[in-house]
């Protein structure tokens, strides 16, 4: 089977697409991620294998999203030597179509011709399922993602395998009569089990027993109805019997009796419970007015307690303001003795301040005049500074460095290479004139005899006694002198240029220019290393210093005021005296300072003492008219007749109230509630009980009339014999069923026998495939699934699971091509497409699996989907891009 066109409108995610001109070999369809690649295997399956009007979300799917149009599919391909062009359109206005060389399907008959051509069958069910409805093209389509699998999607499609092995092995599985029979033990086992092994539910055997279960349990249901009116009958017997007792003995109006005796002695005991309630709140009562009296004699004893003792209180007050006063005149009298002292310290530390101040100006006046001298001197040096950079300043600047002396170096430099050069290719003349002749050059000077002469350019000779002649160089000569001339036209613009004559004195004056510059900049350092701050800044200082000793007094006069004749001894006397002088005045002072904080001490505390004695006293004057008005209003001795009287009162309530209480407890009330509840319940009980007696009673008798016995027995009977007709029949079935399984299972294990025959074409073609990827490997297969299940590689055997993502791929896929090759020889459709099945294969593998698609693109087409074009653009095959 070969592609030879596809489009698609509106299909899925693609709008239209068209693919024409397929190869027969290799094609390489790319595409970036979402571009749709997978979208066109999905439109390839739904062409050949999805019914043109089924429904269904897998069908709706088809359609782009959120856009409701018919998804179109036209495919062109080549099978059996025919070519065909199918079209199908979904959704809206579904209709199939397919075309040949002398004939013409539509509609549902193209879904046939299909299945017959390609060899599968169509799904009963909205969805495809790849290993049930699309025969060998599970197989050989290869999803995105599932390319590294074991499973190789074979489902149906195992029959064309078997059916294209068997065409090169011949008989070893017993041919058509061997599969015959084994289809035939099959189709008998699978009357009775699926493919699981468990018995099938639709099956005869599961019918009888299901038919039997339900005999059984129609069976059961009668033998418990007729179970159950038996049981129904004794129950309404023992019912009427309980409900006559209760009749007989009269059991509602006997405890509606028992009640009401309960309910009179209940209310006895709430009148004994209302006269204790009515002695407690008089005893309450009692009591109130018992602590109401108590409490006016206590606060009466307060009162004079109060009194008693704020006036002890007030006659201490008064005795230690008296103590205070005579304290305060004490202080104040030392305080006036201390302050005399102060001023006397203090004038003598003025006398001594005078003294030690005279000391220090006349140490002032030496510190000032030894400033002006060092000033003075750093200025007159300052100013030879100054005077010799005003020098070094009036010598003219020359503007050159040492730029420009390499610039005119390298002028001379050129000028005397193109003078060699010139000088080098350049002719000699040599004149021999004879005695009497002589030769002479254009300005009329005479040429020596045997002088050689260089011609560097056109010159003209005068000979005499035989006239002119003129030289002029050959060869480059004159492109010599240009450049020679060029060179030292530059070198004199360059001179002019920095008003030198040469480049010696150049360099002379380049060097007398550094030199002047160095002698400014010592100068300058030096200037400023004596004077940072500046001449004016200098001079001001000098200016201020001045002034400064202008202040001062005169050196005599500061010797004499200090009182001695040697200055640094005097002033360290004056010093000496000034100290002891301000310790005394500091001492005087801090005494001073005591005094009247103790003096303000004093009066604070006088103060708070006056103002506590007043208070006091006012205390004392409140609490006494107080005691005053309340013995007025009620003596004590009254208030303690008053409490006696309500002691009295509480008393008498009290023992009234333990009479109410004895009366009350010997009622017993708690065992009366108890009872009267008890007797309440108890009547409820009784005539919910006959109630219900006389309601089951009626409706058994109603359910008994109305079911009757006769019939359930018919039916017991006839149930009984159907039950052991039909366990016969399933016995016999049960024995079909396991000589069925038991014929199935020894054929299956014949065939297990030979199928290492069977696989050994497989494993043959996979053979050179698997040579160029995994040389001296073999790959192992489940022999009734035809999964792979491991890869022997120079004989270690590997779980496939355990195989590197890549290797699995890669292994997957040639067993793939290998299976599509057996196909074909066997005369079976076989066209392999790979979405994006080598995305784990690194690139020296992914080099030899071109090899490997290759050699299988020989034998039939290969459709390859892939996002990544570098890495098949060398496989050789056709491209496509999206």
């Not at 060899?119 to 409805?133: P, T, V």
């Not at 020098?391 to 600047?397: I, Q, Y």
Request: with cysteine; proline share 2%.
């Amino acid at each position: 089977m070969y592609l030879t066109a596809l489009s698609l409108k509106d299909f899925a995610g693609l709008g239209a697409v068209s693919l024409e001109d397929f190869e027969p070999g290799l094609n390489v369809i790319v595409g970036d991620n979402e571009a749709g690649k997978s979208t066109l295997l999905v439109a390839l399956r739904a062409a050949f294998f999805q019914k043109h009007r089924a429904g269904g979300e897998a069908v709706k799917a088809l359609a782009p999203y959120g856009r409701t149009v018919r998804p179109e599919i036209s495919v062109d391909f080549t099978t059996g030597g025919t070519s065909y062009s199918l079209s199908k359109g979904f959704l809206q206005r579904p209709e199939a179509s397919l075309a040949w060389p002398g004939g013409s399907l539509s509609g549902d008959a193209v879904e046939d011709k299909l299945a017959e051509l390609l060899g599968f069958a169509h799904s009963s069910g909205a969805k495809l399922k790849r290993d049930e409805h699309q025969g060998a093209f599970g197989l050989l389509w290869v999803e995105q993602g599932r390319s590294h699998e074991h499973d190789l999607d074979l489902g149906v499609g195992k029959n064309a395998v078997t059916a294209s092995l068997e065409g090169e092995i011949g008989q070893i599985l017993g041919g058509e009569r061997g599969r015959a029979l084994l289809g035939a033990a099959e189709a008998r086992q699978a009357v009775f089990f699926t493919a699981g092994g468990r018995v099938k539910d639709s099956g005869p055997l599961r019918e009888a027993e299901k038919r039997l279960q339900a005999l059984q349990a129609d069976l059961a249901d009668r033998l418990a109805a007729r179970d159950a009116y038996e049981e129904k009958i004794e129950r309404l017997r023992r019912r009427r019997e309980v409900l006559k007792t209760y009749l007989d003995e009269d059991a509602v109006t006997a405890a509606e009796t028992a009640v009401e005796a309960v309910e009179a002695e209940a209310r006895a005991v709430e009148g004994f419970a209302a006269h204790h309630e009515g002695a407690k709140r008089d005893l309450e009562a009692a009591e109130a007015r018992r602590a109401a009296a108590a409490e006016r004699l206590a606060a009466r004893e307060r009162l004079q307690r109060s009194l008693a003792e704020a006036t002890a209180r007030r006659d201490a007050a008064t005795t230690g303001l008296l103590d205070l006063r005579r304290s305060q005149q004490a202080e104040r009298a030392e305080l006036a003795r201390l302050e005399e002292a102060r001023t006397d310290a203090r004038a003598a530390f003025a006398l001594a301040e005078a003294a030690n101040e005279a000391s220090l100006a006349g140490a002032e006046r030496a510190r000032v005049l030894a400033e002006i001298a060092r000033l003075e001197a750093r200025i007159a040096e300052a100013a030879a500074l100054e005077a010799r950079l005003r020098e070094l300043g009036a010598v003219p600047a020359q503007r050159l460095d040492r730029a420009a002396l390499k610039s005119l170096e390298a002028a001379e430099q050129n000028r005397r290479e193109a003078e060699i050069r010139m000088a080098a290719t350049a002719p000699t003349v040599t004149f021999s004139p004879d005695t009497g002749c002589s030769a002479r050059g254009a300005d009329g000077t005479e040429i020596p005899a045997g002088a050689a002469l260089p011609v560097l350019a056109r010159s003209t000779y005068d000979l005499a006694g035989f006239g002119r002649i003129t030289i002029e160089p050959g060869g480059d000569a004159a492109q010599l002198r240009r450049a020679f001339d060029e060179a030292a036209a530059a070198l004199a613009a360059l001179l002019a240029r920095h008003r030198v004559a040469s480049l010696d004195d150049c360099r002379q004056k380049l060097r007398a220019a550094e030199e002047q510059a160095s002698a400014t900049l010592l100068v300058k350092t030096q200037l400023e290393t004596l004077l940072p701050e500046g001449m004016a800044a200098a001079t001001a200082a000098l200016a201020a210093q001045t002034a400064a000793l202008a202040q001062l007094p005169a050196a005599e006069e500061a010797q004499r005021d200090a009182g001695a004749t040697d200055g640094a001894t005097a002033a360290a006397e004056a010093r000496t005296r000034r100290r002891e002088a301000e310790a005394r005045r500091a001492a005087a002072d801090a005494a001073v300072e005591a005094a009247r904080k103790l003096a303000a001490t004093f009066d604070q505390r006088l103060a708070k003492a006056e103002a506590e004695a007043e208070h006091l006293a006012r205390s004392v004057a409140d609490l006494a008219a107080q005691l005053a008005a309340a013995e007025q209003a009620r003596t004590a001795a009254a208030l303690s007749e008053d409490l006696a009287a309500a002691d009295v009162d509480r008393s008498a309530k009290a023992a009234v109230v333990a009479l109410r209480r004895h009366a009350l407890d010997a009622a017993d009330p708690e065992t009366v509630l108890r009872s009267l509840s008890a007797r309440r319940r108890a009547l409820d009980e009784i005539r919910r009980t006959v109630s219900g007696l006389k309601e089951e009673t009626s409706a058994l008798e109603g359910e008994l009339r109305a079911e009757g016995l006769s019939s359930l027995g018919e039916d017991i009977a006839r149930l009984e014999g159907e039950t052991e007709t039909l366990e016969s029949r399933v016995r016999r079935l049960t024995l079909e069923a396991a000589a069925a399984k038991l014929l199935h299972t020894e054929l299956c294990a014949a065939q297990r026998d030979a199928r290492e025959h069977w696989l050994g074409p497989i494993k043959a073609q996979v053979a050179p495939f698997l040579k160029l990827i995994h040389p001296e490997s073999e790959i192992a297969f489940d022999d009734a699934t035809l999964a792979i299940t491991g890869l022997n590689r120079r004989g270690v055997a590997e779980e496939f699971k355990r195989l590197s993502a890549g290797a699995r791929e890669q292994v997957a896929v040639v067993t793939r091509l290998a299976l599509a090759t057996v196909l074909k020889r066997g005369g079976h459709p076989a066209l392999v497409i790979l979405d994006d099945a080598l995305v784990n294969t690194d690139e020296e593998r992914l080099k030899r699996m071109h090899l490997v698609l290759q050699k299988a693109a020989e034998a039939m087409q290969i459709v390859v989907l892939t996002c990544r074009e570098r890495d098949f653009r060398d496989l050789g095959g056709k491209m496509f891009r999206l």
